[in-house]
Structure formats: C-alpha cells, structure tokens
C-alpha cells in the first residue's frame, strides 16, 4: 500500500530559528512529491518536485527531493509568526492522485 | 481565474441524517478529487474523477457515501446516513488532467455530527 510520512508531527521554534521537515514516501510508479502549506482554510501550494537533487527555492522556503532514499526535506530559515501552519506532503503515481502525510504542525513564537 | 468553488461552507446535523456538499471545479480542469481531512490528519482521497468517470473509489464508505459528476463539470458528495466519525472537512480539489501533479484545492465544506 502506497504512503507518505512525515516527521515530526509538530514542532514549536521561535522567531528566526531555522527549521527541517522531513518527508518520506512509498509510492508505487511515483511521479512527483508536493508541499502544501495550510492554515485555517484549503492547502496551498509550495512546491513539486520530480527530480532528484534539483533544489526548488521561494524566499526563505526550499525543498529537495531524494528519489533513490525515497525521501524530501522543506527547508524555512528565518521564520516568522506568518509560517506557522500545518505543512503537508504528498505523492502521486501515474493516476494523478495525491497521497498525503499526516502533515507537520509548525508553530512559530514570537 | 476563479479557483475552486465550495458549498456550504459550514454544516452542522445529528446523527443518522443526510447531508450533500457541492463542488465547481476551475474551468477546463478534467479531474476532480474529493478528499476527507479528519482534524489533525491529512487529507485522505474519497473519490476521483475523470471528466463524468470515476477513476479511484476505492477509499469511499460506499454504504453511506456517494458522489456524482454528472456533466463532468461540478460534482455533489452525499452523506446518508451520517456517523459520528464523518465529522470532518470535505475538501474538493480539481486539476488539469490526470497526472498533471498540481492540484488546486477549495475552501472546504465543515461537517460536524452531532
């Protein structure tokens, strides 16, 4: 059965601290990885990723992808209140479905 | 471009009743995607369809659940009977064909089952 996990499942910073989320996945005939962003309201897109070592940057977020360790980590530096969240990754086969984590709960304290 | 749009925003009922939520996908966008998002998980896919196809049922409850898109354009998701355990967000999501990696998701329809 194809899933994606994510760690940690929470994690509190404060302001300008650095942070790490990691993403993990088995997905059968895999095509591309995705990080979402969510607050109170529907996901928002951040990034896909199809290739492995190709860094996509926007701002202070960045994210890679590791198709031989089947993994991806989202990057955020210098965060700010504004970037507490809800971070969601999710995979998808050739179906074009989207198979989400648990996603990561980040809350950034001022 | 107008995004996804969801109704009822909002939807409160007890138990054992009935309850639809409708989606309007963006224009032109051939797939669409019900998924379930219980509070503190993510989002988990109900159904998928491909123009008025489906593609995925496999995770929908189809005992209580249905959903239909008749002229493969918008789509309505119905709950009868509703359990405590349906309580949740009910996002609705399209994309430009079946592999096209992005999707783009609506507000969501909030249900709570009393």
């Excluded at chain 1, 995979?91 to 198979?99: D, E, Q, S, V």
């Excluded at chain 2, 009922?13 to 051939?30: L, T, Y």
């Excluded at chain 2, 008025?52 to 959903?67: E, I």
Aim: positive net charge.
């Amino acid at each position: 059965e194809d899933k994606v996990v994510q760690s940690p499942l929470s994690l509190v910073v404060h302001e300008g601290d650095t942070v790490t989320l990691n993403c993990s996945y088995e997905v059968t005939n895999f095509r591309s990885l995705l990080w979402y962003k969510q607050e109170k309201k529907a996901p928002t897109f951040l990034f896909m990723l199809t290739s492995s070592g190709i860094e996509k940057k926007s701002g202070r977020l960045s994210s890679i992808l590791d198709k031989k360790e089947l993994f991806s980590i989202l990057n955020i530096t210098a965060t700010q209140t504004g970037d507490s969240a809800i971070y969601l990754c999710a995979c998808t086969g050739n179906t074009g479905k989207l198979i989400f984590g648990q996603g990561t709960t980040l809350q950034v304290k001022p | 471009e107008a995004g996804v749009a969801q109704s009822p925003r909002y939807k409160i009922i007890e138990k054992r009743q009935s309850v639809a939520f409708w989606c309007n996908p963006i224009s032109g966008h051939a797939t669409l995607y019900w998924y379930q998002q219980i509070l503190g998980q993510g989002p988990k896919l109900l159904i998928q369809f491909q123009n008025n196809g489906v593609v995925d049922d496999s995770q929908l409850p189809k005992d209580r659940f249905s959903a239909e898109r008749l002229k493969g354009v918008d789509s309505t998701l119905k709950i009868q009977p509703a359990k405590l355990e349906d309580s949740a967000v009910y996002l609705c999501a399209s994309s430009l064909d079946r592999g096209a990696g992005e999707l783009f998701f609506g507000e969501g329809s909030r249900l709570t089952v009393l």
